[in-house]
């Protein structure tokens, strides 16, 4: 299969997690898949333009990857935008979903979804100074604001900038009442509503997110959308990444085994070791790697008891990787 890259840029992507998809844990997400779409976690644009340390900071090696951004001044986000596109992400993607506490003090995040005229004027703002494309990832509705109609006239205000790129979240998201992490279990998921998006806006490139899990769903899911995001099922068993470039780009790609990932890490760790990264920053994105494998928990256990103490090296994961070989 040949590999068009247009058509197949966010076939699969990983999504942004807080705390999570960091610039360590993208770099071993990129040992399993060369072709999925990785994510940074949301970056907030005051971070970013008032943070005393780079926020921006990635390694070529992770491309593609998108950067998503939290805010709502469209010149904030312009500036921002175009400072990505400088240093060379693939993709600028606004935030519309996040229901914390915190994003909503700050104006960015789910809330978002009842200002469709600011979001799309911050949309039109980032698009008029970049070229690379610029995404909205954002929920099937808040609150009481649940329609169909209502998701289809936020979809539209927004595309009517040019957008042409949505990752919907197949869940509404409720404000108050529910922490972050209820605000991925609790309401129920609704794909077939995602489906209609695809229907009602088919020149629109539409991907799904929410609640999958394996690669007969992402399959089935690609049957009605362009696009599926993954988000904690990849972190937690990473291994998952690991056939998704045969699976859903290109059929004699190769599996990526857990170990010969964790291998592909070694140079980059001695690189990062020597700039002064403490080794647990990294090793903490490698946990799930050997999920349902025999010596799984003692993997775990030797990297979580060794890898924080000072002076800890590469010796660390080779002793771990012991336990899961063979």
Known sequence: MTINNQFYRGRFSVAPMLDWTTRHCRFFHRQFSRHSLLY????????????????????????????????????????????AEQRGYSEINLNVGCPSDRVQNGFFGACLMAKADLVAECVDAMQKVVQIPVT???????????????????????????????????????????????????????YARVYQLKRDFPQLKISINGGIK????????????????????????PALLGLIDQALFDEVAAIVSPIEAVEKM???????????????????????????????????????????????????LQQALNFVKG
């Not at 972050?180 to 609790?186: L, S, T």
């Open 40 to 83: 940074t976690e949301m970056i907030t644009a005051p971070a970013i333009i008032y943070a005393k340390y780079d926020h921006l900071v990635f390694q070529p090696e992770e491309l593609p990857v998108a950067l998503q951004l939290g805010g709502s001044d469209p010149q904030q986000l312009a500036h921002c935008a175009k400072l």
């Open 214 to 237: 394996t690669i007969a769903e992402m399959k089935k899911h690609l049957q009605f959308v362009d696009g599926v995001m993954v988000g904690r099922e990849v972190y937690q068993n």
């Open 266 to 316: 070694f140079p980059y760790i001695e690189q990062e070791l020597s700039q002064g990264t403490p080794l647990g920053q990294i090793t903490r994105h490698m946990l799930g790697a050997f999920q349902n494998v025999r010596g799984a928990r003692q993997w775990r256990r030797h990297l979580s008891e060794n890898a924080h103490k000072a002076n800890a090296g590469i010796e660390v």
């Open 136 to 190: 909205v990832k954002t929920r099937i509705g808040i609150d009481d604001f649940d329609s169909y109609e209502f998701l289809y006239q936020f979809i539209e205000k927004v595309a009517n900038t040019g957008c042409q790129d949505f990752i919907i979240h197949a869940r509404k998201a409720w404000l108050s009442g529910l922490s972050p992490k209820e605000n991925r279990e609790i309401p129920p998921l609704d």
